[in-house]
């Protein structure tokens, strides 16, 4: 007695579908949005002090400081549109992505050293 199989093909209905399950997108950016706000609320009212920060003995100004923020939330800006599938929306990247970078170092600026 012999016995023959079907063969199967990866799409037929024979297999089951696989269940993939993923964070909504909008979910984690009002989490990720939440997270930055709770920083700031936390981290302002430590900031009055002036300009220059002492930093092991070397003073910094605070532009310093300032850029290496506004790169860092350019970066994660950058991170957000690529998983919300945002880029086919934004204009030429490089004039974007640099006006983000001032926005992000002004704002900085403003928030923590304005007085």
């Known amino acids: 007695m012999k016995t023959e199989f079907a063969p199967v093909a990866p799409g ?6 696989r269940v993939r399950r993923d964070r909504s ?3 984690v950016l009002v989490g990720l949005l939440l997270l930055i706000g ?3 609320f936390v981290v302002r009212p430590l900031s009055h002090r002036s300009p220059t920060i002492d930093i092991l003995g070397s003073y910094f100004p605070a532009w310093m400081i300032c ?3 506004g790169l860092t939330l350019t970066l994660v ?3 957000i549109v690529q998983m919300c599938h945002l ?7 490089p004039l974007v992505y640099s006006c ?6 002004f704002a900085t ?3 923590f050293y304005q007085n």
Request: aromatic share 12%.
């Open 12 to 17: 037929s209905s024979n297999n089951p579908p």
């Open 25 to 27: 997108r909008p979910v």
């Open 38 to 40: 709770a920083l700031v």
């Open 67 to 69: 850029i290496v923020s």
């Open 77 to 79: 800006a950058h991170w």
């Open 87 to 93: 880029k086919p929306y934004l204009g030429p990247a």
């Open 100 to 105: 983000l970078m001032i926005i992000f170092t």
């Open 109 to 111: 600026w403003i928030l």
